[in-house]
């Protein structure tokens, strides 16, 4: 079971858009120090919408190399296409990805029906430990607690990245789902509460820059110290926030390169923070002690 804070990691990139290799393994290395409980590569923060297959396998491949067994790797690998996400899913078996992430088909918009046999289709086709991503923000589809429940009963679907931030739906989906499902959070702001609701961790876009302080709260919730945790969670509610000013990744993007790893470089149609957005992040990153 996948649990704690797991960080949804962006990819460094050269001023031509190609992978910054060296600047992802400081990351990489970074996290390791940090107590971080497990990267997901090439997942949507990583900006996996925009790499061709070959970049994305590529960048699997590679990660596992430079991550060296120290943290287990989660391959993100959804797609809107059921064929694509299986080719996909493909490499993070090769690449020996502990689990391939596959966030819900985007702007497709299928049915219930039509999510619970995409995700079939896709364990059947690759033997791998497989987590559902329900982000209906983005995706214009919601994937309904009865359909993961559904899908919790295939044996190589493991668990769900739910981000709707919604403690109703959690209890929905905990009361359903078999007792080794993972329930993690992709919403940052509602982390804690989510996992002193039972739920068992994040897949965090904050922990790009403060994975520490991330872990640690994680961490006192998963002991059931609420205060602790919700005093924690405190400390970094900011960073939150304004990690989400504009679309994300632009302004973790923004800050993983003001913390020195790497060039200020997204792939379009993403584009650099707006700079009315710049100070103000700054200043939560020095509070934090991010800077």
Known sequence: MFKGSIVALVT???GNGDVDFPQLEALIDFHVREGTQALVIAGTTGESATLSPAEH???LQKSYEIINQRLPMIAGTGANSTAEAIELTNC????RAEAALLVSPYYNKPTQKGLVLHHQAIADAVDIPQILYNVPGRTACDMQADTVAELSRVANIVGIKEATGSMERLADIKRQVRDDFSLLTGDDS?????ILNGGHG???VTANVVPAKMANMCQLALQGKAAEARAADAEIAELHRLLFIESNPIPVKWAVSQMGYGELNLRLP????????????????QACDAL
């Open 92 to 95: 993070a078996k090769s690449s």
């Open 270 to 285: 993403m584009t650099v923070l707006d700079e009315k957005y710049q100070q103000p992040l700054r200043q939560a990153l």
């Open 202 to 204: 994040a897949i965090s």
């Open 12 to 14: 460094p990139m050269l």
């Open 57 to 59: 396998c590529d960048l």
């Open 190 to 194: 509602t982390t804690c509460e989510f």
